[in-house]
Each structure stands twice: as C-alpha cells, then as structure tokens.
C-alpha cells in the first residue's frame, strides 16, 4: 500500500513535469539543471606531507564545480595509514563506510534517528512541482512509468564520488639535503662549542616552506600532483524496485521492520570504479593574488577543474551537457575551466520527449570554438586580468546540422 | 572572637567540601582500551624497529596505583612501569622474554618526548617549549569532556621535533602521574578518551620523520587490579640492562618473529580492511 502510494506521488511528480520539460527553448536554465550530475567530493588527506594541512584547509572551503549538484555527505576528509595502493584503499573505504548506501540516504533525505525518507531532494533536483499534483495520473501512466525510470537514471544514477589525492610538488629536496648537511656540522660543532646559532639567523631558512607563514614570495612556484578518481553509484530498476519495496519508509508509512531492515542492508549500492585522471598543475599567475592561501586555492581549484575536464573528455557518462544561450553567433557558456579548446569540437543535441514518456536525446549537428572567443572562466581569471575573462560565453561556429535554437545542449565528442 | 568563630566555620566547611570532592574523584584503577590509527612516514617505520607500522594498533592500559602496564595488543607486546621499583620492564608473549631497565633512564628516552619538564638524555639536559591550553568542550560517547590543544617544539642535538596533540580529557577520574607517561610526557588533567598526536622532525642528512596517531577509547573497565597484573609471567626470562637503547634487539627480535609467523600487523594491512580515519561526522 505504502509504495503504491509512493508510486504514485512519485508518478505525479514526474507527470506534472512534463508540462515543464516540453517547451525546451522558453525553460534553458531548467532544463540545464535537471541534467545535473551529483557529485560527492572527497580528498585524501596527508598527514605526513608538505603543504598537506593548507591542502585540507583550500578543499574544505571549495564548492562543488558547477554544472554539478553537491551531494556532500558530511565527510570531506579521509585518510589511510598505509599509501601503498590509493585505488584499494579507496574501494576499501567505499565497502567499510557502505558509500552507496549513503548516497541513496541523501537522495531520499533519510533521518539517521528514525530512517524516515522523503522525495524533497528528488523533487528539487529534477524540479518537479509537487503543487501540479492534481495531474490525471490514471491518463499519463504510461508516461509517468517510464519518466519515473529515466528519472531514477537521470538523478540517482548520474550520482559520482570524485575522490581527489592533491600532493604538494616538492622542488627543494636537493637544496634542502645541501641545508641539511650545512646544519648537520653547525650542530656536530654545537655540541662541542656550545655555540648557541639561532635558526632564525639562517638567511635560507624561509626556503624550507615549511609552513604557511612563508611569504607569498616564497611559495610562487607552489605546485601540486592531483590523482582524481572516479566513481559512479549502481542504480537500475531492479535495485530501485528493491529499495521501494524493501527499505523506504515515510512518515505516512513508519515501518520499523524496514527501517531495520535498510539499516543493516551493505551489498545492494555499490559504487563502481569509472576511472582515474592525474595532472600536475601548471606555475599559476601572481596577478590578483594577494595572500597564500589565494594562492594555494588558485592551483589547487584550476587543477581540480582540470581533472574533472580529463575525466569528462575521458568517460562519456560524466560529460555534462551545456545549454546553447545564443544562436547569433552561437554561444554556450563554457570555456577553459571546462578545458575547451580551438580542437574540440561539440555535438548539438536536441531533447526530445518520446511516445513512451522517456526523454532521448537527437544530435543535431556538431560545432567548434571559435579561435580567441574562448571564454577563460577558470577559478580567478578576472582578478588575473587573463584573456578573454571578461567574455562570459565562447563562441561556437557550425561544423556541420542547420536549426540549432537556444536550449539545445552540447555535448563534446571525441 | 566573632570573626574568629566565622573564619573557624568557613574553613571547616571548606575542608568538609574539599575532603567530599575527594571521596567523589578517586585515582582510577581498572583498565582502559585504546584503539589507534596510525600512519609514519618511511624514515619513523625504518627508524623504529619494527615498533611503528601504518595501520590500526590495540592498547590496553592497565592502571593500579602509581603502577601502569601497557599492552600493545597489536604487537603483544608489554611494558611495565613500575616506579615505586625504579623499574620498568618490557617483554614480549611471543618471545616469552624481555628486558628490564632502570625506570628514569628507560622514561627519559622513550616516553617523554612532550614533557614540559625537563630530562637528561644520555647525560645531556633536554628541555622542551610546551604549551597547554583548555580550548573548548565536548562530547564523546556521552562524556562531556574538556578538550586541549597542545604543542611542543623540542630541539635535540639531532634535529627539532614538534609536536601538535589535541586531547579529549574526561574529569571523571583523577590518575596518577604514571599515565603521562603514556601519553608521552603529556600531562592531561584526567584520562584521555580521544587524542591526536602529529610529529614533525627532521633529522639531518636523513630527512624527515612524521607521525600522526589518532587514538580513542574503545573501553574503560574501572575494577581492581590483581598484583599478577603488574608482574612478568613466571617462566618469561627477563635480562636486566644497564642501557635503554639495547631494547632495540628486543623490538627487532619481535618484529623478526610476527613477520615469519605473518603476524606482524604493518604487514597483515595488505590482507585486511584498509584502516582509514575520518574526522568529520556522516550526516546520512
């Protein structure tokens, strides 16, 4: 009873909504949100490692890129005691935590005290208007059935942990294995002269970095190694049809066997490994940076952007789909943060809404940036004075396809 | 005369009042279970024989009086602080040997490496730049705890070490001294539930040595304690030493044993979870 009611306030959800999907052109900005990613970002933190503290403090203060939902599960920050293999710790960390599990959690906005679930995230992400409940739903089954479907893939399947392992590129171990034997005799002389050097009088001492009270001349050539992996929650109709049956609970329907039940359920939501992408940083600009952490935030943020860029030019399922703005010139407001550049080239996608319900999706024609009309809208362009910062779109001309309208998507292509 | 009779009161209800508050808070004894996770770098594992290894570590703390016996679950290994005998004793179960030293030597070298008080090592005056400040409270299972931010910068003639700890410290109990020294040198004001200790040091030509332990309660059973409990198994053979470093041999000789017998738990990683540490708290 409790999930045929459940059904069915899904199904009018998803019903009324259609209403909203179909006129594509007048609703750009929805519809570019409904097709939104959900991303859990996490960072492996080192103890041990240089930079290691400002690392954590920069990530924990990031935002989730946009384009994305922020499906932040509370904990940012793990870390393992052994390093050896970062890709099993990681699987390991998933399956011991039940990662899965917890992202289902966030989807329904489950209560940790009383397991009770609710559809408000649901809703909100895939902007069914709950008010529009008065749908025939008897008349749009059919339908409904099958938008409930693409919208358990469109919203709970495209949820992803992005896992980040950002090291601080280390420069100065010859200099400082040079220092170190210059200290090691100042102290073999100490002990037997008791000559009391402070450190401070050592006029290289502040090339040790060792701290974030270096100065910001200290640290310019501040680089880091990023490893990002990748990682995509297992959802389909059997799992989902389990879950509804099995394990959702609502305040309407409180059923403690289930909440048990869901409680010491760990196999059913896995999280599949998608892939790995690691880049090193570029030596980031000074200009407009006025503090480390800035700085810090600078290189870290672009280098971030970068891999999550590489991880979509690499795994098709995590390519977001960017609305066209403008057709005269063709505009889409992407740009370098995304890594765009005068080769890539886009597929133009038309959605389109099936007899069925279902929503797919018609490439159209294919178009490429236009050279010098890319946007650079990477993490502090503006304050860098960077080139073409101030564009707010880049510019796109046809390759190939006639009648592209705003609201269409693109999509890059290999 | 009447103010007499007044300060006479005052100062009586004041010794009634401090003489409950000590009936109430008793020096603990029983037994306290710590799980650790921990992660060195390359340098500390190398330099440690065998004592520091990347993973999860169990110790029990046995307390009784000023006695303490610490029970590295993990390695089986025991050390015995006996300073009412001006002793300590290691020794390890799967060895079924161990070494005794005399009790200032052996703390001095190994077990006050926080401590605000100074100490000779080898014959040389160390004395570290300790600072200790109650920073705000919380909660851990339940326990409203004081919580303390503590750092210290020792610098040795081979190198500098810091230390950074943030303590988790219960009122609950008081403890006698001996309990610093578990907490190297460390001097908490009750028994910690929940600590971090990160080490930076450096060693010339060598480099670096860090450390991070996280630790928390799993368990305190407070329960008399036999006197079996702060004493050597009968049949353990025990060699008196005049030098604190020769435990080494002893270390290197149980780290030799757990990894033929696959047991040595830096090793056992490999097979088991992964041990990880989050700090934050799930919200779903």
Redesign the interface.
């Known amino acids: 009873m409790g999930i045929l009611r459940l059904k069915c306030l899904f199904l009018i959800m998803v019903v009324a909504s259609i209403q909203m999907l179909q006129p594509c052109c007048a609703q750009i900005k929805e519809d570019y949100e409904y097709e939104r990613a959900s991303l859990c970002m996490m960072l492996i933190k080192h103890?041990?490692k240089k930079f290691g503290n400002e690392i954590q403090y920069v990530f924990s203060r990031m935002q989730v890129p946009m384009r994305f939902n922020d499906h932040?599960?509370?904990?940012?920050?793990?870390?393992?005691?052994?390093?050896r293999k970062q890709l099993?710790?990681i699987k390991?960390?998933i399956q011991?935590?039940n990662l899965g599990k917890?992202?289902i959690?966030?989807w329904f906005n489950?209560n940790?005290a009383s397991g009770l679930m609710d559809m408000e995230l649901i809703k909100e992400r895939g902007l069914y208007n709950a008010t529009l409940g008065d749908v025939n739903v008897a008349r749009n089954q059919i339908r409904g059935l099958a938008l409930l479907e693409d919208a358990g893939e469109m919203l709970i399947g495209n949820t992803y942990l992005v896992m980040n392992d950002i090291t601080y590129v280390d420069h100065s171990t010859g200099w400082?294995?040079f220092k170190?034997?210059i200290?090691?005799t100042k102290?073999i002389t100490?002990?037997w002269t008791k000559d009391n050097v402070s450190?401070a009088d050592n006029p290289f001492v502040n090339s040790d970095l060792s701290s974030i009270n270096a100065t910001l001349d200290d640290i310019k050539g501040f680089r880091v190694k990023v490893k990002t992996y990748l990682f995509k929650l297992k959802w389909n109709n059997e799992i989902a049809n389990q879950f509804y049956n099995m394990f959702y609970i609502d305040s309407e329907n409180p059923d403690p066997a289930k909440f048990s039940a869901f409680k010491s359920e760990n196999e059913l939501f896995e999280m599949e490994y998608v892939g790995m992408v690691e880049n090193t940083s570029t030596k980031a600009s000074l200009n407009g940076v006025t503090t480390n952490e800035q700085l810090i935030t600078k290189v870290c943020t672009r280098a971030l952007d970068k891999n999550i860029a590489d991880l979509q030019h690499e795994f098709e399922d995590f390519r977001i789909k960017a609305p066209i703005v403008n057709i005269s010139p063709i505009q889409v407001q992407i740009g370098l943060k995304e890594d765009v550049s005068e080769s890539s080239r886009f597929e133009v996608l038309e959605r389109r809404i099936k007899d069925d319900g279902r929503v797919e999706y018609k490439r159209v024609g294919i178009v490429k940036p236009v050279k010098d009309k890319i946007w650079d809208n990477r993490f502090m362009s503006i304050e860098e004075n960077a080139l073409n910062s101030n564009l707010l779109y880049t510019e796109f001309v046809k390759v190939s396809g006639s009648d592209f309208y705003p609201g269409m998507f693109i999509r890059e292509i290999k | 005369m009447k103010v007499n009779k007044v300060l006479l009161l005052i100062a009586m209800i004041s010794f009634c009042f401090i003489g409950a508050n000590a009936q109430v808070k008793k020096e603990f004894e029983g037994e306290i279970v710590y799980r650790n996770?921990?992660?060195?770098?390359k340098m500390v594992r190398r330099f440690s024989s065998g004592m520091a290894y990347?993973?999860?570590r169990t110790v029990r703390v046995i307390m009784k009086g000023a006695n303490m016996h610490i029970i590295d679950e993990s390695l089986q290994m025991h050390t015995l602080l006996l300073p009412e005998q001006s002793k300590v004793i290691l020794y390890s179960d799967c060895l079924e040997r161990g070494m005794e030293f005399s009790f200032d030597a052996y703390v001095n070298n190994y077990m006050m490496s926080c401590s605000p008080d100074p100490r000779y090592v080898s014959g040389v005056k160390q004395e570290n730049k300790y600072t200790m400040n109650k920073v705000s409270q919380g909660e851990f299972n339940g326990e409203i705890c004081d919580i303390y931010k503590v750092d210290v910068e020792a610098i040795l003639?081979?190198?500098?070490t810091v230390h950074h700890s943030e303590l988790w410290v219960s009122s609950k109990y008081d403890i006698y001294k001996c309990y610093w020294y578990f907490l190297n040198g460390i001097q908490a004001p009750g028994i910690v539930l929940k600590r971090t200790l990160?080490t930076?040091g450096?060693v010339?030509?060598f480099?670096?040595m860090?450390?991070?332990v996280a630790s928390e309660v799993q368990e305190i059973k407070e329960r008399l304690v036999s006197d079996d409990e702060m004493s050597v198994p009968k049949n353990f053979e025990i060699k008196v030493s005049d030098s604190p470093f020769k435990v080494v041999g002893l270390m290197k000789d149980t780290k030799k044993y757990l990894k033929k017998k696959k047991m040595y738990p830096?090793d056992a990683?490999k097979d088991l979870?992964?041990?990880?540490?989050?700090?934050?708290?799930?919200?779903?």
């Open positions: 103890h041990e932040d599960l509370g904990v940012r920050l793990v870390s393992f005691a052994s390093e099993d710790n390991s960390f011991q935590v917890r992202c959690s966030k489950r940790k400082n294995i170190d034997v200290n090691f102290n100490d002990i450190d | 996770f921990e992660n060195h770098s990347n993973g999860a003639q081979a190198g500098e990160e930076n450096k010339p030509i480099g670096k860090n450390s991070f830096g990683e979870d992964v041990t990880f540490k989050i700090e934050e708290e799930w919200e779903f």
